[in-house]
């Protein structure tokens, strides 16, 4: 079991900058790998960022590549996502989401089997 509370939403201007955080607790970091996603009012949850169990590889939606980073401490059980350049379209509920991989060392953007809370995001113009 892996329990996930994320932190860091809020308002901020267009072109600011924010910084989530997903703090995890359970079974061991390091063979999970971590993703975020986002859910606007009245649209589906989307794909955003993910990271392999290592942190030592990430892929991007497209429409947040160059300005979103995603990165892993497994020493502190945390996973960021430092988002730049922010515009009004990036407001949404952002969730974190966990998924057991023991050894594998992939990106994944489906299946994952824990999630967050989620943490408000509003990007004003």
């Known amino acids: 079991q892996v329990h996930l509370v994320e932190s860091g939403g809020g308002l901020v201007q267009a072109g600011g900058s924010l910084t989530l955080s997903c703090a995890a607790t359970?079974?061991?970091?390091?063979?999970?790998?971590m993703a975020w996603f986002r859910q606007a009012p009245g649209k589906e949850r989307e794909f955003v960022a993910t990271?392999?169990?290592?942190?030592?590889?990430?892929y991007y939606a497209a429409s947040v590549q160059g300005r979103f980073t995603i990165s892993k401490d497994n020493a502190k059980n945390t996973v960021t996502l430092q988002m730049n350049s922010l515009k009004p379209e990036d407001t949404a509920v952002y969730y974190c989401?966990?998924?057991?991989?023991?050894?594998?060392?992939?990106?994944?953007?489906?299946?994952?089997?824990?999630w967050g809370q989620g943490t408000q995001v509003t990007v004003s113009s």
């Open positions: 989401a966990a998924h057991h991989v023991g050894s594998y060392e992939f990106l994944y953007t489906q299946g994952f089997d824990y």
């Open positions: 359970g079974r061991s970091f390091s063979s999970i790998a």
């Open positions: 990271i392999t169990r290592s942190g030592a590889s990430t």
